[in-house]
């Protein structure tokens, strides 16, 4: 199974807002570079939420519920969504700054294409993020 980031701005829907709602079906995305990652997600691959914005940080664990199909909403076979359910919140959110200083994440598209709204995450940097839940970090 793979690992994404998923980056979300809270205002329009947060990590409550998929655990209250249980499941969703993550749509909106137009930026051609994130669609193709989409559409290499699988049914069972787990994703990082990530809220942009005034937070910037890393917030839970969410799992791909179904593969990528067409977006319902819109008239264009390009546009894809896939749907996902909660998992866990992580135990500390992990911020930005956190990331941009460990050396791990060097190389990471969530550093060098800051824009880009879904990520692909190697096992190592997704474990790394997981170990750095572990602790508590200043706001």
Same mark, same amino acid.
């Given at each position: 199974? +793979?690992?994404? #980031?998923?980056?979300?701005? &809270?205002?329009?829907?947060?990590?409550?807002?998929?655990?209250?709602?249980?499941? !969703?079906?993550?749509? @909106?995305? !137009?930026? +051609?570079?994130? #669609?193709?990652?989409?559409?290499?997600?699988?049914?069972?691959?787990?994703?990082?939420?990530?809220?942009?914005? +005034?937070?910037?940080?890393?917030? @839970? #664990? !969410?799992?791909?519920?179904?593969? %990528?199909?067409?977006?319902?909403?819109?008239?264009?076979?390009?546009?894809?969504?896939?749907?996902?359910? %909660?998992?866990? &919140? #992580?135990?500390?959110?992990? &911020?930005?700054?956190?990331?941009?200083?460990?050396?791990?994440?060097? @190389?990471?598209?969530l550093l060098r294409i800051s824009r880009l709204s879904v990520v692909p995450t190697s096992d190592k940097m997704f474990q790394r993020l997981l170990d750095? +839940?572990?602790?508590?970090?200043? &706001?």
């Amino acid at each position: 199974m +793979a690992n994404w #980031l998923l980056k979300t701005e &809270p205002s329009c829907f947060s990590w409550h807002d998929l655990v209250k709602q249980k499941s !969703a079906t993550w749509d @909106g995305v !137009a930026n +051609a570079t994130a #669609l193709i990652h989409i559409r290499k997600m699988k049914k069972g691959d787990t994703a990082i939420i990530y809220h942009t914005g +005034a937070e910037r940080r890393a917030v @839970g #664990l !969410a799992q791909i519920t179904s593969n %990528p199909y067409p977006d319902p909403k819109q008239n264009d076979p390009r546009l894809v969504v896939i749907d996902l359910k %909660p998992k866990s &919140p #992580l135990p500390h959110p992990v &911020p930005l700054d956190i990331i941009k200083a460990d050396k791990a994440f060097q @190389g990471w598209d969530l550093l060098r294409i800051s824009r880009l709204s879904v990520v692909p995450t190697s096992d190592k940097m997704f474990q790394r993020l997981l170990d750095l +839940a572990q602790t508590e970090h200043d &706001p």
